[in-house]
């Protein structure tokens, strides 16, 4: 019995503890003997318990985005784990695995507030131990945290945004459309759905070539970017096809603002120092408006798509309203 006192009092968060103190705390200890890679408990799961490594290791491991797993600490003889969703009463922040055959102590959370209710001062000892080292574990991961918050940022960024451009991408409108349109029903909100189409795309790319093509709709970008309010969703639906959403918009205001975006594209001199055929950049634009002219998203697209079809037969470089 007395090689269990001696490897508790050899555990740092018991360290301030006196004799008697130790064996207070041994009272509430359970001991568990795991096997080799079994699994304590996962990521998610709730967490009620407090576990102290006497003979072997455990592994601790985070899941990625990509779904892939990264260990980010082992605990050895006299570590101990799982403090923190204790007391925030969170789900486990991790996985942890043993190793190799081990043998933990296990201290239930009931059995924690069991010791601050009957021996509060040596849970204080306990606690102000345990805080100076899972303050430590903190600072030493911290860094390591944070890449991985940044890197799952840029990677949900790069799956919903068009990596030329930096709007939208066609994923993120087919995604989200659907919540533009039940948004509005709900606030009793006009939404504006407008397709656009750069006039004469595939011709400005045989004759100036494809990065001129690329500057081309770099170009007209900014110039939605310009116009367009924050709220304003820009995506770029393939090639030289682009779709706007103009939540809270009536159609009168909606066409106002795409004919002044109209009105810039034509003015932009990306092809002036060109001698081709083609000089100026033009757009066409169908617009269509949910629930004035369309009463879901299937005729709120239809209606869209066939205003920008008439605004090309009816000659380019026009906005048309259905």
């Known amino acids: 019995m007395s090689s269990i006192y001696g490897f508790l009092n050899s555990i740092e968060i018991f360290s301030l503890l006196k004799e008697g103190e130790i064996r207070e705390v041994h009272d509430y200890l359970e001991e568990v003997k795991v096997v080799g890679e079994s699994v304590l408990f996962r990521q998610g799961d709730e967490g009620k318990e407090l576990y102290i490594v006497r003979d072997g290791s455990v592994a601790t491991s985070i899941s990625l985005p990509d779904g892939k797993s990264r260990e980010i600490a082992v605990f050895k003889s006299g570590d101990f784990f799982g403090e923190m969703c204790i ?11 043993a190793r190799e055959d081990s043998v933990l102590f296990r201290l239930h959370q009931r059995s924690i507030f069991k010791i601050i209710e009957d021996h509060p001062e040596t849970a204080q000892k306990i606690m102000y131990r345990m805080l100076n080292i899972t303050t430590q574990r903190l600072r030493n991961t911290g860094d390591f945290l944070f890449d991985m918050v940044q ?22 409108l087919d995604d989200s459309l659907h919540q533009y349109v039940e948004e509005s029903r709900k606030n009793g909100e006009p939404l504006v759905l407008v397709m ?5 795309f595939r011709q400005i790319n045989e004759l100036y070539g494809h990065e001129t093509g690329d500057g081309v709709i770099r170009d007209v970008v900014e110039v939605f970017k310009r116009r367009l309010r924050d709220k304003n969703i820009i995506a770029r639906y393939g090639g030289d096809e682009f779709t706007f959403l103009l ?20 003015r932009l001199d990306t092809l002036a120092r060109f001698d081709g055929a083609i000089k100026r950049v033009t757009i066409s634009q169908g617009l269509a408006s949910f629930p004035e002219s369309a009463v879901d998203i299937d005729s709120l697209k239809k209606k869209a798509d066939t205003a920008l079809y008439r605004a090309k037969e009816e000659g380019r470089n026009r906005v048309v309203c259905m």
Not at 196 to 200: P, Q
Not at 255 to 262: E, F, K, N
């Open 87 to 97: 007391f925030e009463e969170a789900p486990r922040s991790a996985t942890c695995t």
């Open 247 to 266: 939540p809270g918009a009536g159609k009168e205001s909606a066409l106002a603002v795409c004919d002044a975006i109209r009105t810039d594209v034509e």
């Open 151 to 172: 890197w799952g940022d840029k990677a949900r960024k790069r799956a919903i945004t068009d990596e030329m451009t930096g709007v939208y991408n066609r994923r993120f």
């Open 196 to 200: 656009v189409d750069l006039d004469y």
